[in-house]
């Protein structure tokens, strides 16, 4: 089981990573990136693309998409909030 991170990790492994925020749901902290796209056709195939990744990595996002646009958020459901490994997903998904 991963740990939970203390909040002055999340503020240094935040500043690493490009246009990710920090938001509180149910006072669990989550860590949650927008992605535009042209379509809905280019938004699914990254969604698809995230999932595949998910998959390889055993860890698995909440992923919303809609026309344009995918949201992903990572946090660690065993750890009850953000651990390590969500922000080298969140880093991982940058580079799709």
Not at 28 to 36: D, E
Request: a negative charge.
């Amino acid at each position: 089981m991963s740990e939970i991170m203390k909040i002055e990790e999340i503020t240094d492994e935040l500043q690493k990573l490009n246009d990710w925020e920090i938001i509180d749901v149910g006072s669990i902290p989550r860590l949650m990136k927008i992605y535009s796209f042209k379509n809905f056709a280019e938004a699914l195939e990254f969604t698809n693309q995230v999932g595949i990744l998910a998959e390889e990595e055993n860890h698995h996002p909440e992923i919303i998409t809609e026309w344009g646009k995918t949201t992903v958020t990572w946090w660690t459901h065993s750890a009850g909030g953000l651990s390590p490994n969500d922000f080298a997903m969140a880093a991982k998904v940058d580079q799709i």
